[in-house]
């Protein structure tokens, strides 16, 4: 997969941007404020039609606009194709090839991106909910109908939150509906979530073994919580009576507090480091290497699953590593030729991921320029 071409139109500070980024490293270079992110986010977006930051789909569009698009041009599989995301009136239209997409998998159609912030770094020490979020991307990644599948889940949810709040007036036969789409809707993302895990652990394990001085080994791992029984060898239908069993388990205290309190929604990863807990014990740079090694696992079980690489972007990552393992970092994307979009504001810390063909970017204002003299990286 290439991205050949990128059309920016009034997303966030960015007016307009048209660019054909390098087949390699593209490197966006800029002070702070000026839309370097932006401009990720936007790629992102366009990839994956989840906000990167936002939390409503308005932030996006740039103040005093009505609407903000991005368009990307691909090569997939040795086809070029066109998609398209516009976003006004808080929602959003994806488009194919110039036409309506028909489903979010024609959308998609095998476009795969892999995004690394310097919140990602904080995930290790962060709550459950942001190593869900973390955990879910990389899941989305793998499996794109997860996309579908998730909102059906938080439909699910949001309904039968919804009667538990009414009460006394529950009717047990009706909530017992809801329970059987709730649980099986519930199975299908503890599935999701079990195989990703079941790949991208051992990865992201031999990784931090290479960056993390220390001999202590890491574990990743996932179990959702108050499930009783055999979660590791369930099948889909089994996972969905676990669930079942363990929701009417809790009913009384669900209804008392009016929202569920078993599911997917209430799952952590646990990482661990020499069988401790890595975000109690683990310093700062070992929790960072744990969230490396895992970035590096999940890029690398993309392209042993997809047989092609994603498209990677990486949003002033740099300058929160440590020299050593930023050095890793700029080395394993240069050796791995993936197609990268790097932002900093300082273009010496990413000069290891750079070659004859990056393309670097100055980002000014809102304004994207191709920098000129190649002699140099450019400075902030
Ligand atoms: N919807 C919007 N319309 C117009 N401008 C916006 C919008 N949303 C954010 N901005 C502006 O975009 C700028 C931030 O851009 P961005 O986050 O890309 O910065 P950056 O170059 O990555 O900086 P840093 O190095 O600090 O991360 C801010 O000046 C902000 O006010």
């Not at 290439?2 to 966030?12: E, G, I, S, T």
């Not at 800029?30 to 932030?59: D, H, I, M, V």
């Not at 976003?87 to 998609?108: I, W």
């Not at 498209?311 to 440590?322: A, K, N, W």
Request: hydrophobic share 40%; with cysteine.
């Amino acid at each position: 997969m290439r991205l050949l071409a990128l059309h920016v139109h009034d997303f966030r500070n960015l007016p307009q941007v048209q660019l054909s980024p390098s087949a390699h490293a593209t490197i966006a270079v800029g002070q702070n404020g000026q839309g370097k992110t932006n401009l990720l986010e936007a790629l992102y977006f366009l990839a994956t039609l989840k906000p990167l930051r936002a939390g409503r789909l308005s932030e996006l569009v740039r103040w005093g606009s009505q609407g903000a698009r991005v368009t990307g041009r691909f090569l997939l599989k040795g086809a070029e194709r066109e998609i398209s995301v516009e976003v006004g009136g808080g929602t959003r239209q994806a488009f194919v090839d110039g036409k309506k997409a028909s489903s979010l998998e024609d959308y998609f159609g095998g476009v795969s991106v892999v995004a690394f912030t310097p919140d990602d770094l904080e995930v290790v020490k962060g709550g459950p909910d942001s190593r869900r979020g973390f955990l879910d991307r990389a899941v989305f990644n793998r499996y794109p109908a997860f996309l579908r599948e998730s909102r059906e889940y938080a439909r699910a949810l949001k309904n039968r939150n919804r009667l538990l709040r009414e009460g006394h007036a529950v009717d047990a036969a009706y909530l017992d509906a809801y329970d059987e789409t709730l649980a099986k809707a519930g199975a299908r993302i503890y599935s999701r979530r079990r195989s990703l895990m079941a790949e991208l652990a051992p990865r992201a394990q031999a990784t931090f073994a290479s960056i993390g001085r220390t001999v202590d080994p890491a574990v990743y791992g996932y179990r959702p919580a108050h499930l009783d029984g055999d979660f590791a060898n369930a099948d889909e239908a089994a996972l969905a009576a676990l669930l079942r069993e363990c929701l009417a388990g809790r009913l009384r205290r669900d209804m008392e507090r009016g929202f569920t309190s078993v599911g997917p929604h209430a799952d952590d990863v646990s990482v661990t480091l020499g069988g401790r807990s890595a975000r109690a014990y683990a310093s700062q740079g070992q929790q960072r290497a744990l969230v490396l090694g895992w970035k590096i696992a999940e890029i690398e079980n993309l392209e042993a699953a997809m047989g092609f690489l994603p498209l990677l972007l990486l949003d002033d990552v740099s300058s929160e590593l440590d020299p050593e393992r930023n050095a890793y970092l700029m080395g394993y994307l240069a050796r791995s030729g993936a197609q990268t979009v790097l932002t900093t504001t300082d273009g010496s810390l990413v000069r290891g991921a750079a070659a004859d063909d990056t393309l670097w970017l100055d980002v000014h204002g809102g304004q994207v320029a191709v920098h000129v003299d190649d002699a140099a990286p450019p400075a902030a």
